[in-house]
């Protein structure tokens, strides 16, 4: 069993800063690959980054530029931090773990947060 808490989301001007972080309940980084998913209201849930064992990153091309995915292993804690927020970053940003399949499907990973919010308003 594993529980991920997210935390560091809030309200946040457009263009400002935030730094998510996803803390494990036990070492799975060096193993798994850790994804960071939004969902926006009335909206489909999407991922966002993902880093692997092997710390590459990947990201979505809305987010390319400005956010940034790393990973603490000491820690057991996975970072997300955003730049240049907009309007539309905001959602509900969970983090996860995959576990098996394509690392773009939501179903491929099996562990989730609880999900923190992220508001960009002025």
């Known amino acids: 069993q594993v529980q991920l808490v997210e935390s560091g989301g809030g309200l946040v001007q457009p263009g400002g800063s935030l730094r998510l972080s996803c803390a494990a309940s036990r070492n799975i980084f060096s193993i798994n690959v850790m994804g960071w998913y939004r969902q926006a209201p009335g909206k489909e849930r999407e991922l966002v980054a993902i880093?692997?064992?092997?710390?590459?990153?990947n990201y979505a091309e809305s987010v390319k530029g400005r956010f940034t995915i790393s990973r603490d292993d000491a820690q057991n804690t996975v970072y997300l931090q955003m730049n240049r927020l907009n309007n539309e970053d905001t959602a509900v940003y969970y983090c996860a773990r995959h576990f098996d399949g394509n690392f773009r499907y939501s179903s491929s990973y099996d562990y989730w947060g609880q999900g923190t919010q992220v508001t960009v308003s002025s």
């Open positions: 880093i692997t064992s092997g710390g590459s990153t």
